[in-house]
């Protein structure tokens, strides 16, 4: 069945340090959505890409969409301790959203 | 504005006993969705409902039912709670597919 991959699973970095995490799909997606959830929270949205090798910044934060549509990343760079939390994938096929396993972003101050 | 509204918070269930999950969103959303999210797991579509009216299964539909009552409420019914069912349930709601999940703070379910 559809399945979203995501790597790694945990990332502890010093700050200041870069961070990255990887989405990868087994099938093409009609769009992909990145979520932000601190400990005890709720996803909150930070960005939806939709088309083929889309690249968006947000200040520190880099989002691509790979050509295939089939997987995407997230890049932070300079990371500060206010970045810590789960970062999600969410890929959409039809009217599902089949979200990454997550990546848990530790910053060392 | 609230946007999406879950109640209970927190409950606490022995196995065999049923309840429901209330989920409300005031933003005139057509598409609800529930998820579970377990340690390690992400989040996985439990069932969501495209539009008043309609329900379709997720990926994890087994030992669930849902109602979407009207186009502002969708619940989630646990006929028989088991412990497997222990999780985080999740809703949330969209206005079309080119615009952002709204989620609810959650209910934190156990089941003894």
């Known amino acids: 069945g559809q399945q979203v991959m995501q790597i790694p699973q945990y990332q502890h970095v010093q700050e200041g340090e870069d961070f990255t995490t990887y989405c990868n799909s087994s099938?093409?997606?009609?769009?992909i959505q990145w979520y932000k959830q601190r400990p005890g929270g709720h996803p909150v949205f930070l960005i939806q890409?939709?088309?083929?090798?889309e690249v968006k910044k947000q200040k520190r934060l880099t989002f691509q969409f790979g050509e295939a549509k089939k997987n995407s990343s997230l890049h932070i760079t300079a990371t500060q301790t206010t970045d810590v939390g789960t970062y999600f994938c969410?890929?959409?096929?039809?009217?599902?959203?089949?979200f990454g396993t997550g990546t848990s972003l530790t910053v060392i101050p | 504005n609230a946007g999406v509204t879950q109640t209970p918070k927190f409950q606490v269930l022995k196995t065999g006993q049923s309840m429901t999950l209330q989920c409300a969103q005031d933003?005139?959303?057509?598409?609800m969705y529930w998820y579970r999210q377990d340690p390690g797991m992400g989040l996985r579509l439990i069932y969501y409902?495209?539009?008043?009216?309609?329900?379709d299964k997720g990926e994890v539909p087994n030992g669930y039912n849902v109602s979407r009552l009207n186009k502002r409420e969708f619940s989630l019914r646990l006929e028989s709670a088991a412990p497997s069912q222990t999780s985080v349930y999740f809703c949330?709601?969209?206005?079309?597919?080119?615009?952002?999940?709204?989620f609810g703070d959650g209910t934190r379910l156990s089941i003894l």
């Open positions: 099938t093409t997606l009609s769009n």
């Open positions: 949330a709601s969209l206005g079309a597919k080119d615009q952002p999940q709204h």
């Open positions: 933003m005139n959303h057509n598409s």
């Open positions: 969410a890929g959409l096929t039809g009217n599902q959203f089949y």
């Open positions: 409902s495209a539009s008043e009216g309609t329900t």
């Open positions: 890409l939709v088309k083929s090798g």
